[in-house]
């Protein structure tokens, strides 16, 4: 199972609005709506933002919006603070009844 | 609270196994699945299996079938994952994570295992 792709590094200013890609095939990301999304500061473990492509878990900023297209799911995050600064993942059910995740995306509060 | 608890960081000689433990406190334990995701330094999230709590069924990542295996103990709730045949590769930061409050989303993560694999 290869991993989701995702781009290495995103940037925004503070205020401003970033999108992330989050791209499979149709026997992960297209074939199911179970992609989630993680946020992941340096040395913690990873915490859950968005499930089901676009629910976000009780405590998660309504910032933070998920949606999916096809084969390829996407994390918005509006109104950028200093404290979104992560790494973020995405993740995937696929038709194996396995997981999968993206490779991650650095992002960086100008 | 709900809360994943792991065991100690590990140092492992290459050829070696390593079995990490993930407690589980302050839900039912046998309501829900444990995944397991490893990291390596410097590098992203990968999936490496699941296990069901309530009847201990598996499904391992293919790349490390024949090396890995998972299990629970439902009077302890607690969660165990070894890794067996050790190579450097294997060295990364080990997590446990809760999986079925949400299809397909761990919402409950561990906080981590640091496992070293060096002669």
């Known amino acids: 199972q290869s991993a989701l792709t995702q781009p290495a590094s995103v940037s925004g200013s503070p205020g401003q609005s970033i999108t992330i890609s989050c791209t499979g095939t149709s026997s992960d990301v297209g074939g199911y709506n179970y992609v989630s999304w993680y946020q992941q500061h340096p040395g913690k473990a990873p915490k859950l933002m968005i499930y089901?492509?676009?629910n976000r878990p009780s405590g998660v900023s309504n910032r933070f919006s998920g949606s999916k297209s096809g084969n390829t799911a996407s994390l918005t995050i509006s109104g950028l603070q200093a404290e979104d600064e992560a790494d973020y993942y995405c993740s995937s059910y696929t038709s194996s009844s396995m997981g999968v995740f993206g490779g991650g995306t650095k992002l960086t509060v100008l | 609270q709900v809360q994943l608890v792991q065991s100690g960081a590990e140092v492992k000689k290459p050829g070696a196994s390593v079995k990490v433990s993930c407690k589980a406190s302050g839900y039912t334990f046998t309501s829900y699945g444990i995944s397991w995701v490893r990291q390596a330094p410097g590098q992203g999230l990968e999936w490496m299996g699941w296990i069901s709590a309530y009847n201990g069924n598996t499904n391992y990542a293919q790349k490390l079938q024949g090396r890995v295996t998972m299990t629970t103990d439902t009077s302890t709730s607690t969660a165990y994952m070894e890794l067996r045949s050790l190579r450097s590769d294997d060295t990364a930061v080990y997590y446990c994570?809760?999986?079925?409050?949400?299809?397909?989303?761990?919402?409950?993560w561990g906080q981590g295992t640091m496992v070293t694999v060096s002669s």
């Open positions: 089901e492509v676009s």
């Open positions: 994570a809760r999986d079925g409050s949400y299809d397909g989303a761990f919402d409950i």
